[in-house]
């Protein structure tokens, strides 16, 4: 199995701007997630992009997938104080699935 | 389908009391897994079963923690005996399928408190 490592660890931005949130890894991969926690909550499941992808939109979300660098980003736009939390990529290549520190997103209302 | 139910949601003990967490999946899952958050440590993955089969273990801190999934929509985690260092949010999760496709449903976590 493998972690992803988010970057930055924390990110405080305004309502309204976007946030981009970086993870990388190290070993080959059959996809990536991206999962979101609130406080006191189990972790949420955003999105799931797969290795033959470069990017992949939903709703305000887009995630980019570079296998190349083992990269993945994560752009939430127009950012609302209820993206507050935590957010997490999960790199995937087979069914032990670990997760990595994650980045706190905090949005100023 | 209701999710993925854990109980006790919040449990205070102390230290050298059996500590048993429960965990129902959603139906047709056929993957769970058992993780432990803290400040200090993130999340861990201490175990995780296919078709009610454990298939690694390596996450778990030490022989006071076991595991155990009888059936397809139940199972326990249990801490014997528990100690204040075992305080966390343990989560259970669900998923169906494998080879890092599996989309994971977590539960809402139960809160262990050991004093």
């Known amino acids: 199995s493998q972690q992803g490592e988010e970057d930055p660890q924390a990110l405080s931005i305004q309502e309204g701007e976007n946030a981009t949130m970086n993870c990388s890894y190290k070993t080959s991969i059959n996809n990536l997630q991206w999962y979101r926690q609130n406080s006191g909550r189990g972790l949420v499941h955003l999105i799931l992009i797969r290795s033959n992808e470069r990017e992949k939109h939903s709703g305000r979300l887009r995630v980019t997938l570079d296998t190349s660098k083992k990269s993945s980003s994560l752009l939430i736009t127009a950012s609302r104080a209820a993206d507050t939390a935590s957010y997490f990529c999960?790199?995937?290549?087979?069914?032990?699935?670990?997760f990595g520190k994650g980045i706190t997103l905090s949005v100023r209302p | 389908d209701a999710g993925v139910i854990q109980s006790p949601r919040h449990e205070v003990t102390e230290m050298g009391q059996e500590v048993t967490l429960r965990c129902k999946p959603i139906s047709g899952h056929d993957y769970l897994f058992w993780y432990r958050q803290t400040m200090m440590r993130g999340l861990e993955l201490l175990i995780y079963f296919n078709n009610n089969v454990p298939i690694d273990d390596s996450g778990m801190p030490e022989d006071r923690f076991s595991a155990k999934m009888p059936n397809a929509s139940f199972s326990t985690l249990k801490i014997q005996p528990s100690e204040p260092r075992d305080s966390a949010v343990y989560f259970c999760?669900?998923?169906?399928?494998?080879?890092?496709?599996?989309?994971?449903?977590f539960g809402a976590g139960s809160r262990l408190t050991v004093l």
């Open positions: 999960q790199p995937g290549a087979n069914s032990k699935l670990t």
């Open positions: 999760a669900s998923s169906f399928g494998g080879s890092g496709a599996n989309v994971l449903t």
